[in-house]
């Protein structure tokens, strides 16, 4: 093989998502498992006609969670029956969010619940190509730091090795987004990190 050089390079790739995932749901309880059923799913039906109204497109929907259990009080009496049902929605216009929200919780009414929002990016691989960019020219520094010290030159690359995934990072900068009805939601900027191991070939210097 003669003789080289191996180092570990670090790199990440930071931006501020551009997609969202709204986590839906509706809640009823009733006296027996068919009109808790029929509740929720009113309850759900009104909630999805509203995000959809609002311009999101139906591909982007889809059920979550579905539930149905007794209540006990106390146990092992069974008073009634709770139904849930749950729904994600992908949002690409952020800025639509706060509506979405307010419109789809006052459509399904006491039953509503918003369950929480998932950040995300729409093209993933470009931030994890970035990410891998960034630890490739890490590596190379210090590899050619090294060669410096010993007196060589870097060669060929014999080795190259993808070590540690690639994995996201939260950042705390985040973006306020005005939402149409009020309510301000934060689509924070995240960071994607990179781990590589490379092998260069190591040369005399001239």
Do not use: C
Not at 135 to 156: H, N, P, S, T
Not at 184 to 200: F, K
Request: hydrophobic residues 40%.
């Amino acid at each position: 093989m003669g003789r080289s050089v191996t180092v570990t390079g670090y790199g990440r790739a930071s931006g501020t998502y551009d997609e969202a995932t709204l986590r839906l749901a509706a809640v009823a309880r009733a006296a027996n498992p068919g009109d808790a059923t029929a509740r929720v799913t009113y309850a759900m039906g009104s909630m999805r006609d509203a995000v959809l109204r609002g311009g999101v497109q139906e591909h982007s929907l889809s059920t979550t969670n579905v539930t149905l259990s007794p209540v006990h009080d106390p146990w092992p009496t069974v008073v009634g029956y709770e139904a849930t049902l749950g729904l994600a929605v992908k949002v690409n216009e952020l800025a639509h969010i706060g509506t979405l929200l307010v419109t789809s919780v006052e459509a399904g009414g006491d039953g509503a619940r918003v369950d929480g929002i998932e950040f995300t990016y729409r093209d993933p691989a470009l931030m994890q190509s970035r990410a891998r960019e960034s630890a490739f020219r890490d590596a190379r520094d210090k590899a050619e730091q090294f060669a410096g010290l010993a007196g060589q030159v870097l060669g060929e690359v014999r080795r190259i090795v993808e070590g540690g995934g690639v994995s996201p990072m939260t950042k705390g900068r985040a973006m306020a987004l005005a939402a149409d009805a009020g309510a301000p939601i934060d689509a924070g900027e995240g960071t994607l990190t990179a781990v590589v191991t490379v092998s260069w070939a190591l040369g005399s210097a001239m």
